[in-house]
């Protein structure tokens, strides 16, 4: 499996995950929103700190068995 076909698979991967994804990425936001005293400023902040941890963990998962294959 090379490269492109990696990628196209991680895309496809992330279009099944949409339905839930997005309400972990807002729980996560919520929690960070608690952790940090729950301040008014830093809502954006909070959802793309919430996002990129939530998307990682779902790609590392999608290309850790793939790279398993590739020889």
Known sequence: ???HEISREIVSHACHL???VE???RHRAYQ???ERGRHCDG???DWLKAEAEILSRHV???VKPMALTVH
């Open 1 to 3: 499996m090379n490269t």
């Open 23 to 25: 309400e972990e990425i």
């Open 60 to 62: 590392f998962h999608c």
């Open 43 to 45: 809502a954006l902040d």
């Open 32 to 34: 960070i929103w608690e």
């Open 18 to 20: 949409s339905s839930g």
